[in-house]
């Protein structure tokens, strides 16, 4: 268990709203990702950051942006939320090793 | 792309029973992992295999890195219903900004 806390846990919110979900670690790891998770899909990766204010794009990126100003935190912003975006939103930190540990998850649901 | 398969989408096993699961690619990689995932939650790390033929134990559980670099395999042996959950497994071609490439999991049930 690398330390990963997200919040909010659990979220609905309205189409064409903006959300932003945070992810905090205490591991000091230098690799931070976002994920979604979705029934016959499997985990897909959104964005990642190999460090402060270094940040990439994943497979499945359009209608997202990340920002990390800090080590331990990052963040993930859905700038007009839309129903094809309710998921289940995993953040993930990597060590040295490449190894990563997830965080609890966050539920979002975009009506 | 890299792909993983996992096969089959759900095991049922008898508490007790030993189970055996493969993770199987066309792509080499260096790094190996095994998760599993409850109801809820987000995916724990099971175990992490570095190195070709390295055969590595958590407990009950087995895991090995293949010599072609290009399967895995996990075993959970004298299952109990705790074991029931969703087995990821996750390929790494280390480097710089590596990504995790994972399979689609298997769902084990354990039957008491």
């Known amino acids: 268990d690398a330390g990963i806390t997200q919040s909010p846990r659990h979220k609905v919110t309205e189409t064409g709203t903006p959300v932003t979900l945070r992810c905090h670690q205490t591991?000091?790891?230098?690799?931070m990702y976002w994920y979604r998770q979705d029934p016959g899909h499997g985990l897909r990766l959104i964005h990642y950051?190999?460090?402060?204010?270094?940040?990439d794009k994943g497979e499945v990126s359009d209608g997202y942006s990340v920002s990390r100003s800090k080590t331990e935190d990052f963040l993930l912003t859905l700038e007009s939320a839309t129903s094809s975006q309710t998921s289940v939103y995993f953040c993930?930190?990597?060590?040295?090793?490449?190894?990563?540990?997830f965080g609890p998850g966050t539920r979002l649901t975009v009506l | 792309g890299q792909q993983l398969n996992q096969s089959p989408q759900s095991m049922f096993i008898q508490e007790g029973e030993d189970v055996s699961m493969n993770c199987t690619s066309s792509?080499?990689?260096?790094?190996w992992l095994w998760y599993k995932q409850d109801p809820g939650e987000g995916p724990v790390l099971l175990i992490a295999?570095?190195?070709?033929?390295e055969l590595t134990s958590n407990g009950r559980l087995t895991a090995q890195f293949g010599i072609t670099r290009k399967d895995s395999f996990l075993n959970i042996s004298a299952s109990i219903p705790s074991d029931v959950g969703i087995y990821f497994c996750a390929g790494l071609i280390n480097g710089a900004n590596s990504k995790l490439t994972f399979g689609k999991g298997i769902t084990l049930s354990v039957r008491p």
């Open positions: 591991e000091n790891h230098r690799y």
């Open positions: 950051s190999y460090g402060v204010k270094d940040t």
């Open positions: 295999l570095y190195k070709a033929g």
């Open positions: 792509s080499i990689f260096n790094t």
């Open positions: 993930a930190t990597a060590d040295s090793t490449d190894t990563q540990y």
